[in-house]
């Protein structure tokens, strides 16, 4: 589990980082870092996909991602098997995943401010406004998002290719062709999902027993984040409902205000009140209104994880992203991505009434094996257009569990299953390769294989215990197993 390194050396954290995301061997890695980088902060790049931001020394940061940026991959040294990088891994992921890019520049702050003087006006508006109003007023606010450069829309894989440039790097430093890690997900399924529920207002509380059915009726279970004061009562016998029935219950801000992130002594008041709902919630997870955030103060949260930070916000308030699709931790705190476009935002701001643009997401996220989560109000899919599109969601991802292609979870079991394998280890005794760890049971060992120059990964068979089952059968768990082994699907990286 990555922390903020306090009283470690750059080049341990560097290599912790990149074991710790694939759970190899803890002395596979060995990463050194230039001592000397550059003063200014900026983008540069670590290969074609991998967009970086912070500091570098074999080249100047540009001030804006828009340019001609400098490629620190051609500027890797090698010294026996240690490797030489012009820059600080974990520097450059924690900036990504706390969207410091957005937050260093004057122009970026001129921004933020003018986003926080609109929000305030628009929260006190807000309840008089009507949707057709809002979404009006948000379509403007929205209207140059798609000239947005960074995060790549409509998923960025920013931190996933910096990893996979480290991965490869390191191997050639060894004359590795192959080296077998802890794959990403239980028993070798190829990636995972998840469906949350932000409940925003009474008639989206009453709601809810319907949409349960609608979600029962395709076998998925999910998360109803519910905002705890103000906004409307939440009866003991409404939290017991949704808990009796296999759903999960978490906590939605603290009143839906918006004013949340307004100040760290505002967040820090507020969060003692949200902590204490949480536990008369009996909930283990946290998500903010309109997603706003500050991943600084989030240590205040009494939480196992958050799930406030999209992938690419080029159409939340806050525009930002933490550039994954992976969970990470941030502290004792464990950040479930938002990887998804929202339902409000694909049906009123988007104005589609499809399952495609989710379709392409889902598409490129499972070919990285990570996660996909999707947010769907209760309250904005009561009228029949937009409850059918939502189950045509709920079938696609029935037919992805029923091939054995992912697993779908509710947000606290992939929480439990992510912090479980942040634990195992990766034991070679006599060269037999076992997992060592409590639940190592549920965890198969992939081998990272480099072919052509791209990064593929696959399974041995003699890994295929399905074990327990993940919503489908042993036989179709296999069956993917076996698919991801002869089809070994490369993820377009090359050096």
Known sequence: ????????????????????????????????????????????????AGICYGQCSSGAPAAVVTGPLHDARDFVGFQGASVQLPFDPVQVVRNL???????????????????IIVRKLYYLARPLMPVSVRKHLQKRYFRDWDKIPFPVWPVDFSVESILEQLLIISMKSQNLRRIPFIWFWPQGVSSCATVTHDVETAAGRDFCSHLMDLNDSFEIKSAFQVVPEKRYSVPQSFMDSIRERGFELNVHDLNHDGHLMDREDTFLERAKHINRHGLKFGAQGFRSAMLHRNLDWYDALEFSYDMSVPNVAHLDPQRGGCCTVFPFFNGRLLELPVTMTQDYTLFHILNDYSIDLWKEQMSLIRQRHGLMQVIVHPDYIMEKMERDVYAKLLGYLADLRARGDTWIALPSEIAAWWRLRSELKLVNEGGSLRIEGEGKQRARIAYATISDDRLVYEFEAETRNTGDSLNSSSDAVEGMVMQEVDQAKPLGISL
């Not at 954290?13 to 003063?39: P, Q, V, W, Y």
């Not at 995943?97 to 986003?115: D, G, L, V």
Request: a negative charge; hydrophobic letters at 35%.
């Open 97 to 115: 995943h706390f969207e410091r890019y957005c937050t260093r520049s004057m122009a970026a702050r001129k921004e933020i401010n003018a986003s």
């Open 1 to 48: 589990m990555l922390n903020d390194g306090i009283g470690l050396s750059p080049q341990f954290m560097a290599n912790k980082l990149l074991t710790d995301h694939f759970r190899c061997s803890d002395n596979f890695a060995n990463l050194t870092i230039t001592d000397e980088l550059s003063g200014d902060h900026g983008y540069f790049r670590f290969g074609e």
